[in-house]
């Protein structure tokens, strides 16, 4: 008998910083960032990444225009809980 093993559900701070993650690395690349491209690499569905990406938007971690960029405050916030993960 084949066993399953559940995925623990990720918490929406774990997909903010997934999310900044991504912008972060296609931006350092030269590339535009779209919202396509994060979802993929979030492995998240389109529609919840659109409601992540406008709480976001309205926290002032990224600002979203032709793509997504990251705000000062969005960087402080990946800084953050990166240090925070690394304890």
């Known amino acids: ?3 399953i093993i559940a995925k623990e559900r990720r918490t929406k701070t774990q ?9 972060i690395d296609d ?9 396509t491209r ?9 529609d919840k990444l ?3 990406l ?3 938007e309205k926290r002032g971690m990224i600002e979203k225009e032709k793509s997504i960029t990251v705000t000062e405050k969005g960087m402080e916030f990946h800084k953050d809980y990166s240090r925070i993960n690394d304890l």
């Open 1 to 3: 008998m084949e066993r």
């Open 50 to 52: 659109t409601k992540y």
């Open 15 to 23: 997909i903010f910083f997934e999310v900044i993650t991504a912008v």
């Open 54 to 56: 406008e709480e976001m």
């Open 38 to 46: 994060v979802q993929n690499k979030c492995k998240t569905s389109y």
């Open 27 to 35: 931006t350092q690349n030269n590339e535009s960032v779209s919202p």
